[in-house]
């Protein structure tokens, strides 16, 4: 029986007896294995069972989800680093360690590959959580602004993961958090345009670095207690709950499950994916 795994009573329902009687779970999981196809040998591995990371890259340490981002993987990885654009927090737990790393900065980029290589040696997740949102309209967007939008939310990610990849590990998990905006489109088209960007860099890197590393995309909709939603009237943040089927907006911790699960390689066949958190408000 492997680690962390539960014997659960299965229920097997027999067609030719008609009759029901409980078997283990990993005797179900032998029999599924013998009348399953060649390659099928995972099913061995209980689907409740996640393995431990190995070592985790968080950038953006400051943002507003980041805290329960930030804990779920310090749980469930080896090792994590976070970067810091402004001073380090005064003090981090056992396997968090503090980066300061300005992506517009090339030295500042470099600091950290070579602090990483000294540190950890070897990367096994990145997550881009760095992103710079104006909330302006396209009339109101100055040209230094719409330069900064590109830096940071564009060339930032695409910058840090070419400085990245002589400390990458093979097969290492990549997960840009881009936005509902990168594709649906926002008040603020800028924004938009440097989210969206990221889903046709992402799609590349996954199809030509793809044995390598792979790349998913994750699009959030508006989340519940971020610094955007903190901006908003009442009047907005009530726009965009009712805008979703489901009546709710994202909360920061569903939002750091998904994550700390989409950056274990069993989602590695999500290469090149973008997956979509909002809801339903945007299929
Ligand atoms: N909030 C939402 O509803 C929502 C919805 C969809 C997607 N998102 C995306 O989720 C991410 C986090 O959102 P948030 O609301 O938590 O935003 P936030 O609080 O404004 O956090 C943005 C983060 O990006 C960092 N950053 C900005 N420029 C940087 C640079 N040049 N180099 C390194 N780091 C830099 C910031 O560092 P400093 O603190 O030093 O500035 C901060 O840690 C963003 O990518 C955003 O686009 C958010």
Redo the contacts with the bound molecule.
């Keep these: 029986m492997q680690q962390g795994s539960v014997i659960r009573e299965q229920t097997e329902h027999c067609a030719t007896r008609r009759t029901c009687h409980t078997i283990p779970n990993d005797r179900l999981v032998e029999r599924l294995v013998t009348i399953a196809k060649p390659g099928y040998d995972d099913l061995r591995a209980p689907a409740t069972a996640i393995p431990m990371l190995g070592n985790v890259l968080i950038?953006?340490?400051?943002?507003?989800?980041?805290p329960e981002i930030i804990a779920a993987f310090a749980a469930g990885a080896r090792h994590v680093d976070v970067?810091?654009?402004?001073p380090l927090p005064p003090a981090l737990d056992g396997n968090i360690a503090a980066h300061t790393?300005?992506?517009?900065d090339k030295d500042s980029r470099r600091g950290l590959v070579a602090a990483l290589a000294d540190l950890t040696g070897i990367v096994d997740v990145v997550l881009v959580?760095?992103?710079?949102?104006l909330g302006k309209n396209l009339e109101s967007t100055s040209d230094e602004e719409m330069d900064h939008l590109v830096?940071?939310?564009l060339l930032?990610p695409a910058r840090l993961l070419r400085d990245l990849l002589p400390v990458l590990n093979a097969g290492a998990r990549i997960l840009l958090?881009?936005?509902?905006?990168g594709e649906r489109g926002s008040f603020d088209p800028m924004?938009a345009a440097t989210?969206g960007a990221l889903i046709p860099f992402a799609k590349s890197l996954a199809t030509w670095l793809g044995k390598r590393m792979t790349v998913t995309v994750v699009?959030?909709?508006?989340?519940e207690d971020?610094?955007?939603?903190r901006d908003m009237d009442a009047e907005r943040i009530a726009h965009h709950r009712n805008a979703s089927p489901i009546g709710e907006l994202l909360s920061r911790a569903d939002l750091a499950r998904v994550l700390f699960d989409l950056a274990h390689s069993h989602w590695r066949h999500a290469n090149g994916a973008v997956i979509r958190i909002n809801g339903g408000s945007y299929v």
């Design positions: 950038i953006g340490g400051s943002a507003s989800i980041a970067t810091y654009r402004h790393c300005d992506l517009e959580l760095s992103g710079s949102i830096s940071v939310n930032g958090v881009s936005s509902i905006a924004y989210k699009a959030p909709g508006a989340i971020s610094t955007m939603v």
